[in-house]
């Protein structure tokens, strides 16, 4: 089963190194991460998402939990949580007709150009994995030049929270 794990950890070199070096020493796999220090600069928000077992996430956040660095951390996918990703494609259109078409999916999916080139566009858009996936299966394969994407954020719903 996929789990979004939300980490708060020391903002300080080799942080983000040790976690990293728990998931490899154990043979886990990390299929996304995101790190970003908090409104404190001396503590940094990790986001991680994996895959496994109950069992195996349950070692997980234990082993997570003797990690020096790491302050507090929370299992979202326990309760109701709101995940979202960040993309940036950047797309060939070289023809009015192509131009129009991107703007069209563009608009259908509430991304936004950010950038116009004589051409190319270079789109932003948020949105759960799904949707920039269900995006990206709409553009034509040939006219897509670069895909970068953020990870998973996450965040509790409701009054539940993260903080020290």
Partial sequence: MRHTISILLENESGALSRVAGLFSARGYNIESLTVAPTEDPSISRMTLVTRGSDDVIEQITKQL?????????????????????????????????QRDEIKRIVDIFRGRIVDVGDANYTIEMTGTADKLDAFIKGIEPAQIVEVVRSGVLGIARGSKSLRV
């Fill in 65 to 97: 939990n003797k990690l020096i660095d790491v302050i507090q951390l929370i299992d979202l996918t326990e309760g109701k949580h709101i995940e979202r990703e960040f993309l940036l494609m950047k797309v060939n259109v070289s023809t009015a007709d």
